[in-house]
């Protein structure tokens, strides 16, 4: 026998028709407590995110010094953006951290699925690569700085293997400064990506991988079909964590490693906005460059948005 | 009923206490007190000198019941700090700073200290630079308390070791003591960074570079964007500056190298150049052995040293305590304060004021005799854009990644790019 738990009368529902007595104290109380609850999130997110993006938005088109603010309209976006000699590099730079990404993610994602499919020495490998997610930029930053010097342990490895030639002044090259920078990075997201990755591997339903091998699929058959799509969530997870700090979370790795330069060969949005702000004063210039990074990670995120969604639709 | 009121009231406490959260501290009162005394907030550019130190021990004997409380920030990223200070309404009450350009930044947050500090006190000290327009008539936003020098530290052992009797004074003869010095086995020019990022101060050879090549009439020019930086006296110049490194006579990673000091002291490098801050540190690892000279960047034999009444106090137009603070300034440049930095081996800023340390005042002792000319620091006249774009371009220039018209044409770009407010007319050369 079933018993079903819909209450039935046999005639339509009419939702209008609700016993009020008994309902509206309930649901009035449930409201209450409801905006009591959210109201320090609303709160707080109203007056840290929404209300300075809106001054920024309005110190962009003035001449704002920090405290005092003329209107200048489009000044500091035609003068101070677009028209500086550097802002090409600065946009290449940012896309080309951005497009590393994916490749970060995808190496990430191998090494994942190594471990997930290998059992000897899973946990000293994860363990290995999770390590660097507990130390901070500037660490990292400092540490890589050092190694990639001209006088570092990496050239003096590449001397001792015999590829001298390579040498190279990593962070002072401006053929390769950002490529070090990008690399470095990604190897900063690799341990989180990969535990990310592993997890999701590991907890997928292993009826179907195992149906997929009794059905012959194997290596990368068995990654591209079976693997990818049971961990789509997950490779989505990382790649919003990594893109979210190529955009914005770079900063550190900057400052400590090359501080922008040789030239603007490392310069992001990102960082000129902290200089033109801090280091030259020009507050009104860094937020017009405010605005153009958020447009930016606007951008990125319906794109990121519009994918998921497409994919869900399949 | 009563839900609804308590909702509100929670929703009004929570916004309030944020609020309260947002503005605390950000009281920006001017301050009223005329009298001396209670305790005043000091930032130090870097690590607090000994000079300072004994400086505040003295201002606190001489005013009992003051404290000087001193904050040392960072001087690679001081300027971006007191920035984000004053821009928040939360500055020290007396912080640090240096004339021209670098002071212009600040000139809104900083208090008049003519209305502190009487006029002869003032010129005492070459205070003009300080001043709005570099004028004394107008309101004062800081006092130089020391002289500062860029000049070339080096180390008379390893020129000695290398054949070299004298230290050059031209182009000729750098490169020929260069050449002896690197077959001898030392770096001849050492340049870096401790830090290993954001390259080296190139702004302090430009300065010679090019107060050489065109003088303060020239510099004025620049200044103003009626002449180029890519004209040809001091392009050759610059080109001249880069050929060092292309003959191996510096080091290849100018932009990188952390031990430039390191080696300087364990005489693997036989110059550097540097400034009149670096002298106590050389002559501690070095002893007698090191000495002090203007760059010999030049065709004819040097005769420019630059020297600036540099480093100096301003007062926080939010100070709480600015007669204090504005006292604590007064007293920096003093005639008691300013042998107290002299006795703690600064050059004061005042004039007649000798230095206790051995390098600098040989150097300015040379300077009398040999009547070189004195022409203040460079940098510290151009607008901070330009100053990156200098730096920055030069550093480039003796990496060999870029032509020193190349570099010399983004300085231009960058001073065209000067708004009228941004650009300054110090009229250095007094004309």
Not at chain 1, 2 to 11: C, E, Q, V
């Amino acid at each position: 026998m079933t018993i079903s738990l819909r209450r039935s009368t046999g005639a339509p529902v009419d939702r209008r028709r609700r016993p009020r007595a008994t309902a509206q104290p309930l649901l009035r109380q449930r409201k209450f407590w409801g905006v009591i609850f959210v109201a320090p999130a609303i709160t707080s997110v109203t007056l840290l995110m929404i209300i300075p993006t809106f001054q920024a938005l309005y110190y962009s088109f003035t001449d704002w010094n920090g405290r005092s603010a003329n209107w200048v309209g489009f000044a500091n976006y035609t003068q101070g953006v677009f028209a500086s000699p550097d802002f090409l590099r600065i946009l290449l730079n940012t896309l080309l951290i951005i497009v590393s990404v994916p490749f970060g993610v995808a190496f990430s994602l191998i090494i994942a699925h190594l471990l997930a499919t290998h059992t000897w020495g899973r946990r000293l490998f994860r363990g290995i690569y999770f390590m660097p997610i507990a130390l901070s930029w500037v660490v990292i930053g400092l540490t890589f700085g050092y190694l990639l010097s001209s006088r570092g342990p990496i050239n003096d490895l590449l001397s001792a293997i015999g590829l001298s030639a390579l040498r190279q002044d990593w962070l002072g090259t401006e053929a390769t400064a950002l490529g070090s920078l990008i690399l470095v990075f990604n190897w900063a997201f690799f341990g989180i990506n990969v535990v990310l990755l592993y997890t999701g591997m590991t907890t997928a339903d292993p009826s179907v991988r195992e149906a997929a091998m009794l059905d012959g699929a194997s290596g990368w058959k068995m990654l591209v079909h079976i693997v990818l799509p049971q961990t789509r969530r997950y490779i989505e997870l990382c790649l919003i964590l990594t893109m979210s700090a190529a955009i914005t979370g770079v900063f550190g790795l900057i400052y400590t490693m090359t501080s922008g330069g040789p030239g603007a060969a490392t310069t992001t949005f990102e960082y000129v906005l902290y200089t033109r702000s801090f280091n030259l004063g020009h507050f009104s210039q860094g937020a017009a460059f405010g605005i153009l990074l958020f447009l930016f990670s606007l951008v990125f995120a319906v794109l990121r948005l519009r994918s998921g969604v497409r994919a869900d639709d399949k | 009923m009563m839900y609804r009121y308590l909702g509100s009231a929670a929703v009004l406490v929570t916004a309030a206490i944020l609020l309260a959260g947002c503005s605390a501290g950000a009281d920006t009162g001017s301050g009223s007190s005329t009298e001396i005394g209670g305790t005043i907030t000091l930032w130090s550019y870097g690590e607090e000198t000994q000079s300072n130190k004994d400086l505040v021990a003295g201002f606190e004997k001489k005013y009992p019941g003051t404290t000087v409380k001193v904050v040392e920030q960072p001087g690679d990223n001081y300027f971006a700090l007191l920035q984000a200070s004053v821009t928040s309404g939360k500055a020290p009450d007396a912080f640090l700073m240096f004339p021209g350009g670098y002071q212009q930044q600040f000139a809104d947050y900083s208090l008049d200290l003519s209305k502190y500090i009487n006029r002869t006190d003032l010129e005492s000290v070459n205070a003009q630079f300080f001043a709005k327009d570099s004028n004394l008539d107008n309101p004062v936003y800081g006092v130089p308390t020391v002289s500062n020098m860029y000049y070339t530290l080096y180390n008379q052992d390893v020129l000695d070791a290398a054949g070299v009797a004298t230290f050059p004074t031209d182009w000729a003869e750098l490169n020929d003591a260069c050449k002896k010095i690197t077959a001898a086995g030392y770096l001849c020019l050492g340049y870096g960074n401790t830090t290993g990022s954001g390259g080296f101060s190139a702004y302090q050879d430009f300065s010679y570079m090019s107060g050489q090549a065109v003088g303060l009439a020239g510099w004025d020019g620049l200044l103003a964007g009626t002449e180029s930086y890519t004209q040809p006296a001091i392009l050759d110049q610059v080109e001249q500056w880069a050929s060092l490194e292309t003959k191996g006579y510096t080091n290849e990673d100018v932009m990188t190298w952390r031990d430039v000091r390191t080696d300087f002291l364990a005489g693997k490098t036989a110059m550097m150049v540097t400034g009149s801050w670096d002298a106590q540190w050389a002559v501690d690892g070095l002893g007698d052995a090191v000495h002090g000279a203007p760059a010999p960047f030049s065709d004819d034999p040097i005769d420019v040293l630059i020297r600036l009444q540099d480093a100096g106090i301003s007062v926080s137009v939010d100070s709480k305590n600015p007669a204090t603070a504005a006292a604590y300034a007064a007293y920096n440049i003093s005639d008691e304060g300013q042998k107290i930095i002299a006795a703690a081996g600064g050059v004061p800023a005042r004039t007649g004021v000798g230095s206790s340390n051995r390098v600098n005042q040989e150097i300015l002792a040379n300077a009398e005799a040999a009547g070189w000319t004195q022409m203040p620091m460079y940098d510290n006249f151009i607008a901070p854009s330009v100053n990156e774009a200098l730096n920055s371009g030069l550093n480039q220039v003796l990496a060999g990644q870029l032509s020193a018209k190349d570099a010399l044409g983004k300085v231009d770009a960058a001073t065209k790019a000067l708004t009228d407010a941004e650009r300054i007319n110090y009229n250095l050369s007094g004309k």
